[in-house]
């Protein structure tokens, strides 16, 4: 079985479906299931471009992200290589946005999230630091270590309130500029975890059928909902 570092931070989640979990991992192909929409790959990747030119040019980090700390280089890290084998039955994968070293050779990994921060992405944030501490245990494990602090940055795009000011200072005979708004926010280490939900992934999906779904799952209902229709 092969987990990213993201779909293991379900498996922290309080409302965590064993049952949904193992018809997903056995399911060739799930149905009615639309396509990651292109517009955010092309953000993300705007994103990651707009950081890495400017510490090329500039030789360190924007102020926006000065929570961060002074970093000496980027780690180029191939998304085939960013992984970590566990036995002859489980690999966890994954790879982060950004990889920075330190002067002090320590390593920093910075993942983005396009999004408001509020107070909403707490119901996100078990799944974001199991990612993130996922990212540092395969660093880690092939190399990059010790991987000593974790960071979230939210992109926060303009809201209503903000357009005026837009209009005015970022529109052009050519079109408009979307300005992004950043928050850095810092991940506690803790991999210890990792291996935990890993052996946990692996005894549910190891499982002959499909165990027991928790109380009260909606997506267990809707499957239940689904075959009934159908018979």
């Known amino acids: ?44 990747s705007y994103t990651k471009n707009i950081v890495e030119r400017y510490f090329h040019k500039n030789g360190m980090l924007p102020a926006w992200l000065k929570e961060i700390g002074e970093i000496k280089r980027i780690i180029d890290v191939k998304p085939s290589d960013f992984k970590v ?60 270590k010790p991987v000593n602090d974790l960071f979230l940055v939210y992109f926060e795009p303009p809201y209503k309130e903000a357009y005026e000011h837009i209009t005015d200072s970022h529109t052009s005979g050519e079109g408009f500029e979307m300005p992004f708004k950043p928050t850095v926010h810092k991940v506690k280490k803790d991999t210890v975890e990792i291996d935990r939900l890993l052996k946990i992934a692996e005894e549910i999906f190891s499982s002959e059928k499909a165990p027991s779904g ?7 209902e809707r499957l239940k909902g689904l075959i009934a229709l159908a018979d």
């Open 85 to 144: 084998v566990k036995g002859d039955r489980l690999t966890l994968t994954g790879i982060p946005d950004l990889i920075f070293q330190r002067p002090d050779n320590s390593y920093v990994i910075v993942d983005y999230k396009t999004a408001r921060y509020t107070a909403n992405q707490d119901a996100f944030m078990p799944v974001y630091q199991i990612q993130l501490n996922g990212y540092a245990y395969i660093a880690e494990h092939i190399g990059h």
């Open 214 to 220: 928790i109380k009260g799952c909606k997506d267990c």
């Open 1 to 44: 079985m092969r987990i990213s570092a993201k779909d293991l931070g379900w498996l922290a989640v309080d409302d965590f479906c064993p049952r949904c979990f193992w018809i997903e991992r056995h399911a060739k192909g799930l149905p009615y299931q639309m396509g990651f929409p292109g517009i955010f790959s092309s953000i993300d």
